[in-house]
């Protein structure tokens, strides 16, 4: 999948309310971004290509739709990062985390809980 950060921010306005028109995008993104209606329609189109964005053709102007669901396009993140900087080890991935105390004692607990462990107090 590989959404780009740039990419991320259309994807982020997309899951929070659907459809958008690029006239909605250029707006919404504007103060932040400072793109132009072009540079808007040029990543729309390389997320078309993507996959990840989806665009319907009708009414006075293109809607445009995520293609893929926020948790999918997490999953997919997870996966390069863990390829890329941790030999695809989630263990590793989880030992950096902690060791650089990114990981609080809730998220712990809560990893524990998917992976259906107790975790052992420190005493």
């Known amino acids: 999948m590989n959404i780009t950060n740039a ?3 259309i994807m982020e ?3 929070e309310r659907e459809p958008r028109t690029i ?5 919404e993104l504007k103060e932040s971004t400072n793109w132009a209606k072009q540079v ?3 990543m729309l189109q390389r997320m078309i290509e993507k996959g990840t964005v ?6 006075k102007a293109k809607q445009f739709f995520p293609a893929v669901t926020r948790a999918e ?4 993140e997870a996966r390069l990062v863990m390829e890329k900087a941790f030999s695809g080890s989630p263990s590793l991935l989880i030992s950096a985390m ?3 105390q990114k990981i609080s004692e809730k998220e712990l607990n809560e990893i524990c809980d998917l992976l ?3 975790k052992k107090r420190d005493k």
């Open 7 to 9: 990419e991320w921010k």
């Open 13 to 15: 306005l997309l899951w």
């Open 23 to 27: 006239t909605e995008l250029t707006k």
């Open 40 to 42: 808007i329609i040029t």
């Open 54 to 59: 989806r665009c319907v053709e009708g009414g």
């Open 73 to 76: 396009a997490e999953e997919a």
């Open 98 to 100: 902690v060791r650089q």
């Open 116 to 118: 259906g462990l107790e």
